[in-house]
């Protein structure tokens, strides 16, 4: 990209940003200026201010959302944008080599080895379709902590370069040490290899992505050389629960344009998602080492979410970053359930509030501090829902009680009649309402312009769909609005989240989990909506929307947890995504390399698999990450290890005692002689203590 190009991006994102400015300010003028109006009609009081005054700031959250929609819109009518970056890619031949060797990198947290690795077998087919598979290597960098996991893991790996045509392009990195967990992982990559690269792909555990897309972003890199990070919009795919499905529709019908309308006046400053990214390695290792925040969890020690704190510290340097949002061929997996994604949403919504601390941070741009707030607030908007609610539900309750004031001497000797509020008070609900839906119904015709409705079922299935997926969020929105308070609470309160690994396969809810997790909300509908309806029956009609989705939050959590729900849902047309019509080879090849990739059920896992099957242990020990020194007290331990296990057995170690014994190359061999078959020589180091143990044998 050329320093004139590079100036008029700059000089149209400025105007770009200004438009978009003005009319987001001049809707939340026009919002507050009509509240005001309904609110002050009879007076204002100290709880109708209070109200006025968390309007005002949800206002202010809905009203950008709104004009990216439009903007997003109004780009996808005219062909596109004529600065996105992609714009600046040129005709390429079938089959030529890209000039320079990419790292994909692929962080794994006690994931589903078979999963993970049938996302890599798919995508090294897909690059070796375009016939630029030398042209990545794959690593695969674990974190996995669970000693039963990680032996699946390595058999995984192993199953997965029998399939590759190129298994030299895979590489397997385990940890000793989940330092910093996924920031960690990443930067010790950086640190031991990544100069040999130039650029590096991260995905996710449950990212898949097309060849053709792998080199676009490498294409991309090349010929903007001021460019640090492209962010490319992942697509949810591959769900069978409702829930799931509903997810991966509303992503497809609206993500694309939203993403559209966000690269428009976000221009070369714009965020990273965490994965589905490319980056240079180089500026990334100089200057986006995240800081340590003072204090103790939550709200201290290492940033959870980590990705939007790396593009503002990327653009501080004077890199710019980039959304992709024309390129497709990029996909991942949501949670299956309502349960699973409030999981995910807990450890989000930690680290999002975090930025509360890095927000004036020194030198970030104007852009990267709007990034991080709209992180912040997208988890502070429900708790000030719910209190507005609240508050509104007093007034109404104060209202009623106390009934109308006629006579009042400190603002008038004469009487004051009672104005009613309930036009500008319903003009304003269904102003907002039309705010939230305009952007769904735009999204429609955006498809129906460029000839896409056929991928959705069709202009009747799409529009049914937007329908039911609109009635699904508006019962869903009071359900995370209790959950993401609880969140927020639970955080300030100092409980810090335990990190686990996602829940990607499909898993019905229980009654018993739906109960523990929404029996609260359930309650506070019916306690809420009971109180509303004995002394304020005209407010509890107000308030039905919210409290059906608390009173119906179990069974809705529940049913739409359900794969044959959704699959009926499917049968019938409703909730398809273009990928389900036609699949992308990518996408198509994932069954079948994870069915070759499945291993044998009724074979034994973890520790006892590596004493049992020689095969597994020599894959394993192939596999470890470089000895270190241990010390002669470490070494004592790993001996009583030893004997713990010979005298007790080895379900007798704890899961964190296997992973040291797996960790330790002689431990390991020492352990499968000693119990693995008489056969086995013994191992060369500590000879006195595997003759110690060794004598043991006739007792046990």
């Known amino acids: 990209m050329s320093r004139q190009t590079i100036d ?34 009879n007076g204002f009081s100290a709880l109708e201010w209070i109200q006025f005054g968390l309007f005002l700031v949800l206002f202010a959250w809905i009203a950008p959302s709104f004009w990216t929609s439009l903007f997003g819109f109004a780009v996808i009518l005219r062909g596109g944008d004529p600065f996105a970056i992609t714009r600046t890619l040129e005709p390429w031949e079938a089959g030529r080599r890209l000039p320079v060797r990419t790292a994909i990198v692929v962080p794994v947290y006690n994931e589903d080895p078979e999963r993970v690795m049938a996302g890599v077998a798919s995508t090294m087919s897909s690059l070796d379709d375009r016939g630029v598979l030398a042209d990545f290597d794959i690593d695969i960098l674990s974190d996995t902590d669970d000693p039963e996991l990680w032996v699946e893991e390595e ?11 190129d298994p030299d392009r895979l590489f397997y990195r385990k940890r000793r040490e989940n330092v910093d967990r996924k920031v960690g992982n990443i930067a010790d990559f950086c640190a031991r290899w990544g100069d040999r690269y130039r650029y590096m792909i991260v995905f996710d555990a449950d990212t898949v992505m097309s060849g053709g897309t792998l080199v676009h972003m490498v294409r991309l890199m090349e010929r903007n050389p001021g460019v640090g990070l492209i962010q490319v919009p992942p697509m949810p795919v591959s769900r069978e629960t409702l829930f799931g499905r ?24 714009g965020n990273y998602w965490g994965h589905n990214a490319i980056i240079r390695i180089r500026p990334f290792v100089d200057h986006c080492r995240l800081p340590v925040l003072s204090g103790r969890e939550p709200l201290g020690g290492a940033i959870l979410s980590h990705d939007f704190v790396e593009a503002a510290l ?10 992709a949002s024309e390129l497709d061929g990029s996909y991942e997996e949501t949670p299956p359930t309502l349960i699973d994604h409030a999981a995910r949403d807990r450890r989000w919504c930690q680290g999002n509030l975090q930025h509360v601390r890095l927000i004036g941070t020194r030198g970030l741009n104007l852009i990267s501090r709007l990034h991080l707030l709209m992180g912040i607030m997208s988890y502070l908007a429900s708790p000030l829902w719910m209190l507005l609610l609240l508050v509104a539900t007093i007034e109404a309750a104060r209202a009623a009680m106390l009934g109308p004031v006629y006579f009042d001497p400190e603002r008038s000797l004469f009487p004051v009649w009672q104005v009613s509020t309930t036009t500008r008070t319903l003009i304003l609900y269904l102003v907002t309402l039309g705010m939230l839906l305009a952007p769904k119904l735009l999204a429609i015709l955006a498809h129906a312009a460029r000839g896409k409705l056929r991928g959705f079922g069709g202009a009747a299935r799409l529009t049914m769909s937007v329908l039911l997926e609109s009635l699904f969020s508006m019962l869903l929105a009071p359900v995370m609005a209790a959950l993401q308070t609880r969140f927020v609470l639970s955080i300030l309160a100092g409980r810090k989240v335990t990190w686990a690994g996602q829940q990607r396969q ?27 309806y004995r002394f304020m029956p005209d407010f509890f009609w107000w308030l039905t929307p919210v409290l059906a989705g608390l009173v119906l939050s179990i069974p809705l959590s529940m049913l739409s947890s359900r794969p044959d729900m959704g699959r009926a849902a499917r049968a019938l047309g409703m909730f398809l995504i273009p ?8 996408l198509a090849r994932l069954p079948r390399f994870r069915a070759q990739l499945r291993a044998v059920a009724s074979l034994p896992t973890g520790l006892s698999r590596l004493i049992s099957d020689p095969e597994a242990r020599r894959i394993h020990l192939g596999l470890l990450p470089e000895p270190v020194d241990i010390d002669p007290l470490q070494r004592h331990h790993l001996t009583g290890l030893r004997l713990k296990a010979r005298l007790r057995g080895l379900e007798a170690l704890k899961p964190q005692e296997r992973m040291e014994v797996m960790l330790d190359r002689f431990t390991l061999e020492a352990l499968a002689h000693e119990m693995g078959g008489a056969d086995l020589p013994p191992p060369e180091e500590d000879g006195q203590a595997v003759a110690m143990l060794t004598s043991l044998r006739p007792s046990l």
């Open 8 to 41: 008029r991006i700059r000089r149209h994102a400025f105007l770009r940003r200004l438009i978009f400015a003005l009319l987001a300010i001049a809707t939340i003028a026009i919002g507050a200026a009509a509240m005001a109006s309904a609110l002050a009609a």
């Open 155 to 165: 058999l995984a790996f192993a199953r997965l370069r029998d399939l590759a045509r």
């Open 246 to 269: 509903i997810q991966q529709f509303a992503a497809g019908a609206y993500g694309g344009m939203f993403a559209t309308g966000l690269n428009w006046w976000q221009a070369g400053e």
């Open 314 to 323: 990327m653009r501080r340097a004077g890199w710019t970053v980039w959304l």
């Open 506 to 532: 499909e898993a019905t809810t229980t009654l018993s989990d739906a109960v523990r997790r929404h029996g609260g909300s359930t309650a506070l509908g019916f306690v809420w909506g009971i109180t509303a």
């Open 579 to 586: 990928e389900e019509i036609e699949p992308p080879q990518v």
